[in-house]
């Protein structure tokens, strides 16, 4: 055998000859010649589609988002309920007893049946009949739960959730109805507890779903067309009576959150007062029937929120979010237009009214005084009423005078100036004229009614430059008559110089503290209970926005700023003490001062408390939104009140409790409110 190797031919050598062309071949030739152009195209044309755009990066970061929530929550279901206990205790040491568990260990036993009032948004709302884009919804949540309609049909969404702009009820071919029972608002989304915490632990003193009531109702409406579409007052009134009636005779205690405060104030002379208009039940219902109410987070007083979000559907973090992404929010970027649709659903619902400020400059300030004048908003250690300690690091922080009448002031320069500098041009018969943009028909879909206003309106009401409580009034009237002349017919926001006018029988003065009186109930306890110790939104810095199709022509400047850390001024929003949401002064008046002890708003001397609730935020995220907070909701999950809740429904009264609780100024404002008692 041969050890040498034959070489390989190369490739070159492997291919035959060309044969000689012939015409046929030729013509073979351009048309693989064609072909090869083609598959050139359709390579160059690939290339161009496998370059992602702007677009597709957006949807892919948003799926990639999604996909590692619905992860972490798969994980989060999968795993054993007791391991991230397990994990927390390693880290932070063993875990208190929740308030169910300590107070069953005392002995402490379910006694008094217990009624929840949820506040706005809180409940969850399902569809019972729609239009065609809503196929498939039928008793599906369209509020609550997981939203998931919001982001597979918004406009869909947006219309069904809307309520009709001239009657403030269900639009023609539309049923949206409130989900009953505890699941209506034990979570407001998965993982997101609002009541859910509190009913296990008053389960762990033996409550069950036989002596506890939730009193869902469609929050988007006026209270008193709650009766009227649903008969929901109804329906709470005969709950409340069969509870007492199964339960040996006890009295309820009603346990209300957030605006939910409200809708139970109008519940109790709703109840008593005569038929068409009541309830029928007597003078004497509220002092058989109601042990205590538990008022959470209550805005008695109204919000100032309440005023930026029907002014220009803001808030604070909305104000910060444009700032950062100016255009984002209010162009027409991917036909989103979010502002203006958010403007236009919430503009249509009723109830949003019914925390307007009431009471006017005669308890929010004038021009230049407010309550919480000398206010700082400087980090203290609170200790239980009213002392403070001041932070020592924060010694050499001057406070700064800040004119929280002023809710609304256009340009930092004019919420700082001196009254008598400010040259306000009355904007109230100003002449509607020079409509802009808006006046196109697809604006008119958008939004409601700042397409009538025209630049003229516009230039008025930033002419005028400083709002009070009063004032705010007037504005909203210029700026959405159709809207506020829905609300006056339910709501009020004055004081009454005679309670005994019969005018305030009337069902839109029932919720307005300021113009109605408490039940004859001598027996029966009011506790103010809310968190402290949170900037919450006061007042507001306002600008011109920049002309762009169908927008909204003002805004908060997030630009203004206080100039430190500390300043009560961030972002175009003052900031006062709070639960973020309510201002104390909104939580706290009226058991501060105005139904402390027998008032013409407290006839009959119902014994009221304060209890304050030092915020203090979790100390690692394993705490989750943590069980010592002062936040508007999450406070629904702070062990001290919890406990203090239990051992009310278990039979404790106020001064078994300690009495009041107070950690704010509250006193020393209420003082400052020059109000006739």
């Known amino acids: 055998m041969s050890m040498l190797r034959r070489r390989k031919p190369s490739e070159a050598e492997k291919k035959p000859p060309a044969p000689a062309k012939t015409p046929d071949d030729s013509t073979a030739s351009d048309a693989d010649s064609s072909k090869e152009k083609d598959n050139q195209k359709k390579t160059k044309s690939e290339e161009r589609k496998g370059k992602w755009s702007c677009v597709d990066s957006c949807c892919w970061l948003i799926g990639l988002i999604c996909s590692v929530w619905w992860f972490l929550l798969f994980l989060y279901n999968a795993m054993p309920a007791s391991f991230p206990q397990y994990v927390t205790e390693a880290i932070t040491g063993p875990l208190p007893d929740p308030p169910g568990v300590k107070l069953q260990k005392e002995g402490l036993q379910a006694k008094h049946p217990v009624v929840f009032v949820p506040g706005i948004v809180t409940g969850g709302l399902e569809l019972w009949e729609g239009h065609q884009c809503a196929d498939g919804l039928f008793r599906k949540r369209l509020w609550g739960g997981t939203f998931g309609e ?96 199964t339960n040996g005779g006890n009295k309820v205690v009603v346990i209300p959150h957030s605006m939910g405060v409200l809708y139970f104030l109008h519940f109790m002379k709703w109840v008593e007062a005569p038929a068409p208009m009541g309830g029928g039940g007597g003078p004497n219902w509220c002092a058989n029937h109601i042990k205590a109410v538990l008022n959470i987070g209550g805005p008695f007083l109204g919000v100032p929120k309440a005023v930026a979000g029907l002014f220009s559907a803001e808030a604070k973090d909305v104000a910060v979010a444009r700032a950062i992404a100016p255009g984002v929010l209010d162009s027409d970027f991917l036909g989103l237009q979010t502002l203006r649709h958010v403007m236009r659903m919430t503009r249509t619902w009723d109830s949003t009214m019914s925390m307007i400020p009431k009471g006017g400059d005669t308890i929010w300030g004038g021009l230049d005084w407010s309550p919480e004048d000398g206010y700082a908003c400087i980090p203290k250690k609170h200790k239980a009423n009213g002392s403070q300690d001041v932070n020592s690091d924060k010694m050499g922080f001057h406070t700064q005078d800040l004119n929280y009448g002023r809710i609304i002031s256009f340009g930092k320069d004019i919420a700082e100036a001196s009254s008598s500098k400010i040259d306000q041009i009355d904007f109230r018969d100003a002449v509607k004229v020079n409509n802009v943009a808006h006046s196109s028909a697809s604006c008119r879909d958008i939004w409601t009614e700042y397409h009538e206003l025209g630049w003229g309106g516009i230039k008025a009401v930033a002419d005028y430059k400083a709002y009070t409580a009063g004032s705010i009034l007037d504005l909203l009237h210029f700026v959405a008559p159709k809207m506020m002349q829905r609300g006056s017919a339910h709501f009020s926001y004055g004081i009454a110089d005679n309670l005994d006018d019969p005018k305030y029988n009337h069902y839109k003065y029932w919720s307005n503290p300021l113009e109605t009186k408490l039940p004859n109930a ?41 100039g430190h850390e500390n300043s009560c001024l961030q972002g175009g929003v003052y900031l006062a003490d709070g639960d973020e949401t309510v201002p104390v002064l909104s939580s706290g008046f009226m058991c501060a001062k105005g139904w402390r002890g027998k008032t013409r708003f407290n006839p009959s001397g119902i014994k009221t408390y304060i209890r304050e609730y030092d915020h203090a935020p979790p100390a690692n995220l394993l705490e989750g939104r943590g069980t010592q907070s002062g936040m508007h909701v999450d406070i629904m999950g702070n062990f001290a009140l919890l406990e203090d809740i239990i051992r009310v429904a278990a039979g404790a009264s106020g001064d078994d409790l300690g009495g009041d609780q107070v950690y704010s100024e509250i006193f020393k404002w209420s003082k400052k409110i020059n109000l006739q008692l």
């Open 150 to 245: 919001v982001y597979k049909r918004p406009s869909c969404w947006v219309e069904h959730m809307s309520l009709d702009n001239e009657t403030g009820m269900d639009p023609p071919g539309v049923r949206v109805r409130p989900v009953t029972g505890l699941v209506a608002a034990d979570y407001f989304a998965p993982g997101y507890f609002v009541w859910a915490v509190l009913i296990a632990n008053l389960a762990r003193i033996g409550y069950e779903e036989k002596t506890m009531y939730m009193a869902s109702y469609d929050w988007r409406i006026s209270f008193q067309n709650t009766e009227v579409r649903d008969q929901t007052l109804s329906r709470i009134k005969s709950n409340i009576e069969l509870l007492v009636s």
């Open 522 to 562: 001598p027996e029966m306890e009011i506790f103010s209970m809310y968190g402290v110790g949170i900037p919450t939104e006061r007042a507001y810095i306002y600008k011109l926005s920049q002309s762009a199709e169908c927008y909204i022509p003002f805004q908060i400047d997030a630009s203004a700023d206080g």
